[in-house]
C-alpha cells in the first residue's frame, strides 16, 4: 500500500471516529434533559400526603 493511500484510509478513520463521537453526544445530551424532565414530573406530581394512612378491613 502506497503512502496515499494510507493516508487516505486514516483520514477516512477520524473522521468516521469523530462523526461517531459527536452522534454519541448529541444522544449524551437528549438523554441528561430526558432525566431533567422526568425528575421534574416526578417533583409536580409529588403529595406529601399521600401514604400516611393505611385503611384495612378485615
Same mark, same amino acid.
Given at each position: 500500500?502506497?503512502?496515499?493511500?494510507l493516508s487516505v484510509a486514516m483520514?477516512?478513520? +477520524?473522521?468516521? %471516529?469523530?462523526?461517531? !463521537?459527536?452522534? &454519541?453526544?448529541? *444522544?449524551?445530551?437528549? +438523554?441528561?434533559? %430526558?432525566?431533567?424532565? !422526568?425528575?421534574? &414530573?416526578?417533583? *409536580?406530581?409529588?403529595?406529601?400526603?399521600?401514604?400516611?394512612?393505611?385503611d384495612i378491613r378485615v
Amino acid at each position: 500500500m502506497d503512502i496515499a493511500a494510507l493516508s487516505v484510509a486514516m483520514n477516512q478513520a +477520524a473522521l468516521s %471516529q469523530a462523526a461517531s !463521537l459527536k452522534v &454519541m453526544h448529541m *444522544a449524551k445530551g437528549q +438523554a441528561e434533559q %430526558q432525566g431533567q424532565n !422526568l425528575v421534574q &414530573m416526578m417533583n *409536580a406530581s409529588l403529595n406529601p400526603d399521600v401514604g400516611k394512612n393505611l385503611d384495612i378491613r378485615v
